[in-house]
């Protein structure tokens, strides 16, 4: 047993998920080394304004931009071009920056590929300015109207339901094209975004869904074929001509040029087309008016009488769209309505005791066909008079107030705010906990008069840096106190779809109230969190991360850190703890560092010294063989000496021996002349062989 109890146990598990370091990016763009630090900013007092202001000063700015581009246009007598979304050169370099977003999924295990690209199956296969497509150009013709939308190839049904939401409230779209023009080539649109208006500037350039006529070669062979007069002129008169042309977003009159550079205005403001794949109207109304969405599911409506009153006010306090097939994952349709496809409420009537809702489906095609659809037996002359209505496929159709529950799942509902309201806000960075609670941090406002008040709490936006996002997806809820109270006055329903942002609506009296938030956080772990995201498209879309890394920086820059002096004490403690310990693996590396350093050097001075005595002693015995060899040599010479000397004494005592043994006969008489001369001839004969010869 190591004596530790299970409550340790479990209390250190539960630490193990809290950590003093924010374990999210706030920066992907490298810092300049001018750049201040960002630590612990000074708290923003929020600033009360007109709902109007930031609308009226990004409209201004706005202004400003194409009037500024106008005048340097017309000195160099150029026409406009994008340089930050310059379609016409992404598409002819393959680039495609412009239609595909950055991609945070997983590669694949076994290979490393990456998926495909968000918007990889876009295909246009040109791009021209408005002024070589349309014959007789016009930004409105008629105002701006519901039966002008026409979705294109992009899958934004939700933001095409938006503008068709917004187009029976007189003077909505008319405010988001602030500046334009034509012949320049450029226009200015404004957007809501994160609490604001921001503002953006595009040219002119569209794309299409036919080549050009030196780059269609079947096309051009057929055309070539049938003898035109000037087949390339008669090519782009029937392909690359006017509205039905375009790949993207179209209007129904020919001419008419508004909703696809709007919506290509609105695919730059996040990023590229693909960007705007998917979403919902709601949020789309939000974009594009500055309102406020939420969501009403069909069966939660606890009074359908209040809710048919709240429809009433369609077009004037608020904006509706509606979707079904929320929960479904197919693409079927129900009596005409399309699955998991979004509409926009266009007008709402009761006359002679009928519960009626006008619908539009922004393709243009695709309506009802139960009651009060075109051609139902519900239509009589006198209605067809009182409604107004003409039968047709133009995507527009009524249904009645009971059918509308039944065939629809969810609703969105958009409060409008007119010069009479009044907006405060704050962003500001909470670390959410790992176990689903209140958070510590909490809000306060203060209203002077009593009225009614709308409460929000957002997150970011995420769509205008997608693969940025990280791994985190958040979900908000909160409840508004009494200042000094303990129970709340009410709370906020869970956002299930809608999650950037939950609200509430009520009439509030005059005092200070208390907002306390609570985050719910899902990861996903098929996903790359930044970091990885970046590494992967750095090298290759350099200008891509760039960019979209702009946008990531320029969002949570907003997010200023509040601290209390506990968070600040205990955060400087964590600073100078991870500061201590940083210099103590420094001087243990550096220590370490040195003794490698020293018996690297002992180690090598110690082989030195070793080589080098063993170079001598191998000298020496070199030196010592060659002196032995060399008194060995001398005395094998001495000893050969020696020996050839003794052999000549031995020879020579022989000899003498001999001649000793010759002296003795004539000594004694007893040799003859003869004989004697016998031997001195022998002598003489072993002497010289010449004289032996002669004898």
Same mark, same amino acid.
């Given at each position: ?67 500024? +581009? ?15 979304? %310059?379609?016409?050169? &992404? ?5 495609? &920056? ?9 590669? %694949?295990?076994?290979?490393? =590929? ?66 334009? &023009?034509? #012949? ?14 921001? /503002?953006? +500037? ?9 080549? #050009?006529? #030196? ?16 087949? *390339? ?16 977003? *179209? ?81 079927? /349709? ?26 539009? %489906? ?8 139960? =009651? ?40 969105? @509902? ?17 670390? !959410? ?43 908000? /809820?909160?409840?508004?106190?009494? =200042?000094?109270?303990?129970?709340? +006055?009410? @709370? ?7 999650? @950037? ?10 005092? =200070? ?26 090298? %290759?879309?350099?200008?891509?991360? /760039? ?5 990531? #920086? ?7 850190? +509040? ?49 080098? !005595? ?38 020579? !005592? ?15 008489? &007893? ?25």
């Amino acid at each position: 047993m190591d004596g530790k109890t299970p409550q340790w146990a479990v209390d250190m598990f539960w630490k193990s998920f809290h950590t003093k370091a924010p374990g999210k990016a706030t920066a992907v763009i490298p810092n300049k080394k001018i750049r201040k630090s960002k630590k612990a900013p000074t708290p923003v007092v929020p600033v009360t304004q007109s709902a109007e202001a930031s609308y009226e000063a990004a409209a201004a700015t706005c202004r400003a931009k194409v009037a500024k +581009i106008v005048q340097d246009c017309r000195r160099v007598n150029r026409k406009y071009r994008d340089p930050h979304f %310059n379609i016409e050169f &992404d598409l002819r370099l393959g680039q495609r &920056d412009c239609l595909q977003s950055l991609s945070n999924d997983e590669p %694949n295990e076994e290979t490393g =590929a990456q998926p495909p690209r968000p918007g990889s199956s876009f295909a246009p296969r040109s791009a021209k300015r408005v002024t070589e497509i349309f014959t007789k150009p016009q930004f409105y013709i008629n105002g701006p109207t519901a039966n002008d939308v026409r979705q294109g190839n992009d899958g934004d049904c939700w933001l095409m339901a938006a503008l068709c939401a917004l187009s029976f409230k007189k003077g909505l779209i008319e405010k988001l094209c602030v500046a334009h &023009d034509q #012949d320049v080539g450029v226009y200015g649109f404004v957007f809501h975004r994160d609490g604001e208006w921001i /503002s953006e +500037i595009v040219d002119d350039f569209l794309y299409l869904t036919k080549s #050009d006529y #030196d780059d269609a070669m079947p096309d051009r062979l057929g055309f070539a074929e049938l003898e035109y007069r000037n087949p *390339q002129e008669a090519y782009k008169r029937i392909f690359q001509s006017n509205s039905n042309s375009l790949y993207f977003a *179209q209007c129904e009159h020919p001419q008419e040029t508004w909703l696809p550079l709007l919506e290509k205005c609105y695919a730059k403001a996040h990023g590229d087309y693909a960007a705007i794949e998917g979403g919902l109207s709601g949020e789309g109304i939000e974009d594009l008016t500055g309102g406020v969405a939420s969501d009403i599911f069909a069966t939660d409506i606890l009074d359908k009488e209040h809710f048919w009153k709240q429809l009433l006010q369609a077009n004037k306090e608020f904006l509706f769209g509606c979707s079904t097939g929320v929960f479904g994952s197919g693409f079927g /349709s129900r009596q005409g309505i399309i699955e998991g496809h979004a509409y926009s409420v266009q007008r709402v009537v009761e006359i002679d005791g009928q519960r009626l809702v006008s619908l539009r %489906n922004p393709w243009g095609r695709g309506e009802w066909k139960g =009651a009060w659809s075109d051609g139902s037996k519900e239509w009589t002359p006198e209605w067809m008079q009182k409604l107004g209505h003409k039968f047709g496929e133009d995507g527009e159709f009524w249904i009645c107030y009971e059918d509308l529950l039944r065939t629809y799942q969810c609703f969105e @509902r958009v409060r409008l705010f007119g010069p009479e309201w009044n907006v405060s806000q704050i962003w500001t960075t909470l670390h !959410v906990p790992w176990v689903q609670e209140y958070n510590e941090t909490y809000f306060t406002f203060t209203t002077d008069q009593s009225g009614p008040v709308v409460i929000v709490v957002s997150q970011l936006d995420e769509r205008y840096f997608r693969g940025l996002e990280g791994q985190y997806w958040f979900q908000l /809820s909160f409840r508004v106190h009494k =200042a000094g109270h303990a129970g709340y +006055i009410v @709370r906020s329903e869970t956002a299930h779809r809608m999650r @950037r942002s939950a609200n509430v609506e009520l009439d509030l009296e005059a005092g =200070a109230y208390e907002v306390y938030v609570k985050i719910k956080a899902w990861r996903d772990d098929d996903v790359m969190p930044v970091d990885a995201t970046i590494r992967y498209y750095a090298k %290759n879309k350099r200008d891509k991360v /760039s960019r979209i890394g702009k946008a990531y #920086d320029l969002a949570h820059s907003r997010g200023q850190i +509040i601290e209390t002096k506990e968070e600040k004490r205990a955060r400087e403690a964590y600073e100078a703890r991870k500061l201590k310990k940083r210099r103590d693996a420094a001087k243990r590396d550096l220590k370490k560092r040195f003794e490698q350093t020293y018996y690297q050097t002992k180690k090598n001075h110690e082989r030195s010294q070793a080589r080098s !005595v063993k170079k001598k002693e191998k000298m020496k015995a070199k030196k010592e063989a060659k002196a032995k060899g060399k008194e060995e040599r001398k005395a094998a010479r001495a000893a050969a000496k020696e020996a050839a000397a003794k052999e000549l004494a031995e020879k020579k !005592v022989e000899e003498e021996k001999e001649a000793e043994k010759g002296e003795a006969p004539q000594a004694n008489g &007893d040799a003859t002349p003869e004989k004697k001369e016998g031997r001195n001839g022998g002598r003489e004969g072993q002497e010289g062989g010449s004289f032996k010869a002669r004898a």
